[in-house]
């Protein structure tokens, strides 16, 4: 479903870098900045946008989307650019990007935010590992799991440890065949409490996200 149409009443900003007078479209970020961008980009990069320009009153109207300026010019920078982001993003801000080019499909921009991903999953594997399921993302998945290997509560993924709060964030599609990938390589036993070493705890977890296969 594409974005409405509807404009805020509330007083806006304009962009510092997308303000071209002569560009044909503008789109307002949810805190009210506008982006004056040719239309040009949007839909090389977006099959939604593609579909939706193909109507010419959308580009005659103020475009509301749902990103604030600051992830909305990050956005902008790539499709411009054709280039990944200049510098690293936040988690925060990469599980944003990724949503909304999942939802918009932008494949191009959504395997970047994969790569991003791939760069801050040490930092919050199991969160990765959610958003993974929730967008059926198998690639996305298994660099989760590798990256489970320094998740300080990896002892709680097993059948009998997990808590139902844990659980019920997980596509069940995915969930269990970690589940049974856990339990086939004994990765409960491959801890440094019990004398393994970090090497073998990778190792251990590597194997695991070469095996998983979610259920179809």
Not at 172 to 192: K, M
Request: with cysteine; aromatic share 10%; net charge neutral.
């Amino acid at each position: 479903m594409g974005p409405k149409r509807k404009r805020s009443r509330r007083s806006t900003t304009t962009s510092a870098v997308y303000n071209r007078e002569d560009a044909d479209l503008e789109l307002s970020s949810n805190d009210n900045t506008i982006f004056k961008v040719d239309s040009f980009y949007l839909k090389a990069h977006s099959e939604v946008f593609r579909n939706m320009f193909t109507n010419q009153l959308f580009t005659n109207s103020t475009i509301p989307i749902d990103l604030s300026s600051k992830d909305l010019t990050c956005l902008l920078d790539i499709m411009v650019s054709g280039e990944p982001p200049g510098k690293a993003l936040s988690l925060k801000q990469v599980k944003t990007l990724y949503a909304f080019c999942d939802q918009y499909e932008c494949p191009f921009i959504r395997q970047l935010m994969i790569s991003q991903f791939k760069k801050v999953a040490d930092i919050e594997p199991w969160d990765t590992f959610i958003l993974a399921s929730q967008h059926k993302d198998v690639d996305l998945a298994k660099q989760a799991i590798k990256s489970i290997a320094k998740f300080k509560d990896k002892h709680l993924i097993s059948a009998g440890n997990m808590p139902l709060s844990m659980a019920e964030t997980i596509d069940i599609s995915f969930l269990l065949p970690l589940l049974e990938q856990v339990q086939a390589h004994s990765a409960q036993i491959y801890t440094i409490v019990n004398g393994y070493t970090e090497g073998q705890v990778r190792e251990v977890w590597a194997k695991i996200a070469k095996d998983f296969q979610p259920r179809e």
